[in-house]
């Protein structure tokens, strides 16, 4: 586990993509209407809480669809979030705007006797784990203070399993969701709704 100061991470809203069933890694679409509506809801989440620049700092993947929703989320509160590129999306190589109907089709036995966790860490020309790992933890060493941090479903995976001090199956076994908030302190983690 590692230490830590206290953490509000934050997944994008839908997007276009999301709702198409497409795989995005490092390529991007805008915030669907749901999308949208959710960025809206974790707006007030953190507006009930009173975050703001007084209190947290706040960091954004360098990616279209965590930035507009920063965007949603954070001008109520007047933040300006610092852009981070180690927040971005795990790379998905080949698997990039297909479906997984598509990779079935263009990578025969890509999903055969696979937990599905783990294509994300064997698609062809990906990322993998290990590289994101090294990323977030390489993050999370530099944080100073309570932080805000809006980003990606398998990011925020990783992170807050960094956090927990977690291995991978516990990576695995942690929840998503789109347009949500997370809450790390003191090794506990809960979703607020």
């Known amino acids: 586990m590692l230490a830590c100061p206290e953490l509000f991470v934050l997944r994008h809203g839908e997007t276009l993509w999301n709702a198409e069933g497409r795989i995005q890694g490092a390529l991007d679409s805008p915030l ?13 989440i953190l507006a009930d809480l009173g975050l703001g620049p007084r209190t947290h700092r706040f960091y954004v993947s360098p990616q279209g669809r ?3 929703t920063a965007g949603i989320v954070l001008s109520p509160l ?3 979030p610092e852009v981070d590129t180690r927040l971005r999306e795990i790379a998905m190589g080949a698997y990039e ?22 294509w994300y860490d064997t698609a062809p020309r ?12 390489n993050f999370l060493a530099g944080l100073t203070g309570p932080s805000v941090i809006i980003a990606h479903g398998m990011l925020s995976r990783f992170l807050r399993g960094a956090v927990l001090g977690l ?4 990576i695995a076994a942690l929840p998503g969701g789109q347009g949500v908030v997370y809450h790390l302190q003191d090794g506990h983690h809960r979703r607020l709704d």
């Open 32 to 44: 669907t209407e749901r999308g949208i509506a959710q960025a809206r809801r974790q707006a007030q």
């Open 66 to 68: 965590a930035r507009q």
């Open 78 to 80: 007047g933040v300006n």
């Open 97 to 118: 705007g297909l479906t997984r109907d598509e990779i079935r089709q263009r990578f025969p036995g890509a999903f055969d006797e696979q937990d599905p966790f783990l």
């Open 126 to 137: 990906g990322e993998g784990f290990a590289a994101l790992q090294a990323r977030v933890e």
């Open 167 to 170: 291995e991978l199956e516990g």
